[in-house]
C-alpha cells in the first residue's frame, strides 16, 4: 500500500444489531494507529459503552444518526471524504450497496469493503475482505482490479486476542457446561432459567 495519513471507517451499530461490524473494525483501527495512520470512524452508534470503546481505541469518532439508505449518509460521508483529506475508506454493514460503492470511489477515495455473505449483486472496491472460513465458497462479481482477501488468513483480530496466540486451555476430561455466543447485542436473557 501506498503512503497513507488517514483512512475512515464508516459503520453502525444499534443495540440490535451491527456491534460486531464495530468490533472488527476496532482491530482496523489499532493495525493502522500502530502504524502512524489517523483514523476516524463515521457512523451510528446508541451503546455508550461501545461508543467509548471507539473513542478510547485513538480513533476520533463522529456520531451520526441517519444511514445509509437515507440520502443523508452518503453525503455525510462524502463531505467528511472532502473535509478529512481521506484516501481510504472502509465500509463494514450490509446495508452499503453497490450505489454507496459507486459513488465513494467516485469521490476519488480508494474503497475497502468488508463483507460475509456476497450479497450484493455488484462490489466496487479496490479491496473486498471477507474473513470467514467460508469466504472462498462465495461468489463474488467485481471489478477485474478489485484484490479480494479471502478467508480466515485475513481475520481482523483485536490485540486482546492477538495476545493470546498460542495460548492452550486445560480442558477437563468431562465438561459440564457450554456457552455458545452467536453476536453480542440484542439479547435478552430475562426469561432464561438459572442454573
Not at 32 to 59: F, M, P, Q, W, Y
Not at 71 to 86: F, K, R
Not at 148 to 155: A, N, Q, W
Amino acid at each position: 500500500m501506498e503512503n497513507l495519513n488517514n483512512f475512515l471507517i464508516r459503520a453502525d451499530a444499534t443495540t440490535e444489531s451491527g456491534t460486531g461490524h464495530i468490533m472488527r473494525c476496532l482491530a482496523l483501527v489499532h493495525g493502522l494507529i500502530e502504524k502512524g495512520i489517523e483514523v476516524t470512524l463515521l457512523g451510528r452508534c446508541s451503546n455508550e459503552d461501545l461508543r467509548h470503546l471507539i473513542e478510547s481505541s485513538g480513533a476520533r469518532f463522529i456520531a451520526f444518526e441517519m444511514p445509509h439508505p437515507d440520502p443523508a449518509d452518503l453525503q455525510m460521508t462524502l463531505g467528511v471524504v472532502s473535509e478529512l483529506q481521506i484516501q481510504w475508506l472502509v465500509l463494514d454493514g450490509y446495508h452499503f450497496d453497490a450505489s454507496f460503492h459507486r459513488a465513494i470511489r467516485k469521490a476519488g477515495c480508494r474503497l475497502l469493503v468488508i463483507d460475509d455473505t456476497a450479497h450484493l449483486s455488484e462490489y466496487h472496491a479496490d479491496i473486498l475482505l471477507n474473513q470467514n472460513i467460508t469466504a472462498r465458497q462465495c461468489s463474488y462479481t467485481c471489478m477485474p482490479s478489485t484484490r479480494l482477501l479471502l478467508g480466515p488468513r485475513y481475520v481482523l483480530l483485536r490485540p486482546e486476542f492477538l495476545d493470546k496466540q498460542g495460548w492452550r486451555r486445560k480442558m477437563p476430561e468431562v465438561v459440564h457446561k457450554v456457552l455458545v455466543s452467536m453476536g453480542v447485542s440484542g439479547t435478552d436473557y430475562s426469561d432464561c432459567p438459572p442454573d
